[in-house]
Nanobody, 127 residues
Framework: QVQLVESGGGLVQTGDSLRLSCAASGRTFSDLTVGWFRQAPGRELEFIAGISRSGRNTYFKDSLRARSAISRDNAKSTVYLQMDSAKPEDAGVFYC????????????????????WGRGTQVTVSS
């Protein structure tokens, strides 16, 4: 089983950038596809971004693609999510999720494809 720990949440100002980290342990990190999901108050969990094992492929929620970036450092077993120009509607609990896949360039956007989840990190955006 993979253990995932998110960090970097907290209070950000509207217009600022937020940068989240997801540190993994328990499995060879480069074997894992990783995704970020968000649950806003009163809303369902939604996909934000995903990254393939090598980092060559990434995929984003359409409405966030222009101001989001996802990257990974396999040597540090960590994935990063950055969102620029933060808006109040970006707030929520952000979860990191991972799954082993033999397909090196696979990226998944559906929650059911992921086996392991972190506990989440809260992001609040002040207006």
């Amino acid at each position: 089983q993979v253990q995932l720990v998110e960090s970097g949440g907290g209070l950000v100002q509207t217009g600022d950038s937020l940068r989240l980290s997801c540190a993994a342990s328990g499995r060879t990190f480069s074997d894992l596809t990783v995704g970020w999901f968000r649950q806003a108050p009163g809303r369902e969990l939604e996909f934000i971004a995903g990254i393939s094992r090598s980092g060559r492929n990434t995929y984003f929620k359409d409405s966030l693609r222009a101001r989001s970036a996802i990257s990974r450092d396999n040597a540090k077993s960590t994935v990063y999510l950055q969102m620029d120009s933060a808006k109040p509607e970006d707030a929520g609990v952000f979860y990191c999720a991972a799954v082993f896949t033999p397909i090196e360039d696979a990226v998944f956007s559906t929650r059911s494809r992921y086996n392991d989840w972190g506990r989440g990190t809260q992001v609040t955006v002040s207006s």
